[in-house]
């Protein structure tokens, strides 16, 4: 089975720029998650979207947004972009069925750097 | 609000030396723990999923076990390239979004 994928791997921007991210999940994968990765703050929860719906939202500003299509592809969108989004931006797919723990699988991440 | 530590933040042996990685938790309703090992500049490649208290899983020279506020990471005859970060997270209650703990930073050497 393929794993996650991720487009771009690398990205560089300037600050005011937006910039779009894409994962493609593992086959039959209905949930994504993105997280964003910096070395001071470790790995931080952006959201989390099932079934095209955004059912979970991390603590981040409302120029962080995102979707997924119907088939359970997903994109992130930052806007204006500031100096301190420059992150490693990773991609999570999992089968988020009932009962016991929803293992998530990552992609390679996105490294995003903003000048 | 669910709580992630690992232990220690950055480890070095030798190769050869086993050890271990601890990964403390404070969660109402546990559903899951988590193991991930992370290369620089890449994304967490999956290990093990625990569920429950006493369960213990194995992949080569890794071992994760787990008790009710604790999870360890044996790592035995370790070798340089076990060179990495490990991550912990766990799931809980009714949420399907893992906490994750900060990690810790494994150098083998030679």
Not at chain 1, 86 to 111: I, K, M, N, V
Not at chain 2, 84 to 108: E, K
Request: charged residues 20%.
């Amino acid at each position: 089975k393929a794993g996650v994928t991720q487009t771009p791997r690398y990205l560089i921007k300037t600050r005011g720029q937006q910039v779009t991210l894409s994962c493609s999940p593992i086959s039959g994968h209905r949930s994504v998650s993105w997280y964003q990765q910096t070395p001071g703050q470790g790995l931080q929860f952006l959201f989390e979207y099932f079934s095209e719906t955004q059912r979970n939202k991390g603590n981040f500003p409302g120029r962080f947004s995102g979707r997924q299509f119907s088939n359970s592809r997903s994109e992130m969108n930052v806007s204006t972009l500031e100096l301190g989004d420059s992150a490693l931006y990773l991609c999570a797919s999992s089968a988020r069925g009932s009962g016991r723990a929803d293992t998530q699988y990552f992609g390679p991440g996105t490294r995003l750097t903003v000048l | 609000e669910d709580q992630v530590t690992q232990s220690p933040e950055a480890l070095r042996l030798q190769e050869g030396e086993s050890s271990s990685l601890n990964c403390s938790y404070t969660v109402s309703g546990l559903r899951g723990l988590f193991w991930y090992r992370q290369d620089p500049g890449k994304g967490p490649e999956f290990l093990f999923t625990l569920y429950s208290a006493g369960e213990e899983k194995e992949k080569e020279r890794l071992k994760a076990t787990l008790t009710k506020k604790e999870s360890f990471l044996h790592i035995t005859a370790p070798k340089p390239e076990d060179s990495a970060t490990y991550l912990c997270a766990v799931q809980a209650g009714g949420s399907y979004i893992p906490t994750f703990g900060r990690g810790t930073s494994l150098i083998v050497h030679p």
